[in-house]
């Protein structure tokens, strides 16, 4: 009895509000060769980075796509539609990789799923930029599109990518973001984005997934005129895995922590199920048991290193790190 009330009193110790995490989907990880690209023709259906799903809808009848893709294209230069996989600022943001979204009408819609810990978690945001493509098209003008601002400069022209956000399938809120902008009068102040910028998400709320829309002011009878292509990279999610409070109505002791071959889990509350999640919010363990005060878990398949523990209860959730040696 009194290990159990010493080790409850360090676990109360350190079971309060813990940071979120973050994970940042960069497109590095998918080891992308310099200068090349993924479109979906192997007919995956989009990709997996960080903690998010990017959906990718791939035709093979028409060899063409839409969704997203990723990246390592550098031309900055060529214009028109030979040229859809390259960004205005012939690179990532802070490295090679990142992502094209082409947002068609003939396709799905351009859509991220979260995954792990970030699910139904508040999305810090991601960099943006103008596609090559996009860009030189609204700069200079093309045979379809008209070129921004007019002869005059003074049309009010603009191009905005609306993010709208869901949680379980109700729509949460929306985002818009100018990838250009014409509207002011005076025209100093026009742009056509050339390079990375923060959309901040936050705003949003908890989601699980976002939808991507682009609108323009040059539209004729098929749609919109301007390429419907922007750049993305650093999409950021909260891990999940913190800002949490302690829930004080569960008195819970994990022991040994740090641990080697097993830990026991001693709850003053019946356990349902155990989580065992890395420090990227990738559910390692899972493991739902019947109403049990004390439950063992074996750790002789984890590596070694940080983890987090998450014991749902019959009056709800509590979370603890996990040191595993």
Known sequence: MKIFTFLLAICLLFNV?????????SFDDLSLPLDSFWNGADGSGGFTSGNAFFVNDYIASWQSWSGFSYSSKTDTITAGYTNEFSAVTGSGYLSSAYSVAFVSSYGGPTYIGLRN???????NGFRITNSTFAYLSMKDGDAVAKKFGGATGNDPDWFRLTIDGYNQGVFADSVDFYLADFRNADNSQDYILKAWEWVDLTGLGPVDSLVFRLSSSDNGSWGMNTPSYFCMDDFTTSDGVGIQQANMDIKMAIYPNPATDFIQIESSEPINQIQIFDQTGREIVVLVVENELLTKISLEEIPSGV???????????TMQKLVIK
């Open 117 to 123: 810990l970030a699910k139904g978690k508040t999305v």
């Open 307 to 317: 983890y987090f523990l998450k014991v749902e209860t019959n009056k709800g959730p």
């Open 17 to 25: 509000d813990m940071a979120y995490g973050q994970t940042t989907s």
